[in-house]
């Protein structure tokens, strides 16, 4: 069993930047592929970004690359997203999910077995 707590979101001006920090419990955090997803009000819920277990291949959404950035450190069972230059259509809760069954990068929400409680994200224009 996974138990993931995001954390870091808040309100932030258009171009500015937030850190939303993901903490999971669990012995083997570092076999786990990990994803960051959103889902913004009266839409599904979508991908934003995969690391894989040992952080070394990483995937984007069109919509944030270039702006937002997905890491780990699997010394402190932690995942991050960095985002800068944010912009409106970026608000939304964010959710942190874990892969527990591939250490491979995935952008597919049903290969994901663990969820967070989420993070809301409002980006102000």
């Known amino acids: 069993q996974v138990q993931l707590v995001e954390s870091g979101g808040g309100l932030v001006q258009a171009g500015g930047s937030l850190r939303l920090f993901c903490a999971a419990s669990?012995?083997?955090?570092?076999?786990?592929?990990m994803g960051w997803f959103r889902q913004a009000p009266g839409k599904e819920r979508e991908f934003v970004a995969t690391i894989s277990a040992s952080g070394g291949r990483t995937a984007y959404a069109d919509s944030v690359k270039g702006r937002f950035t997905i890491s780990r450190d699997n010394a402190k069972n932690t995942v991050y997203l960095q985002m800068n230059s944010l912009k409106p259509e970026d608000t939304a809760v964010y959710y942190c999910a874990a892969n527990g069954k591939s250490w491979r990068p995935s952008v597919r929400q049903y290969e994901y077995d663990y969820w967070g409680q989420g993070t809301q994200v409002t980006v102000s224009s």
């Open positions: 669990g012995r083997t955090f570092s076999s786990y592929c």
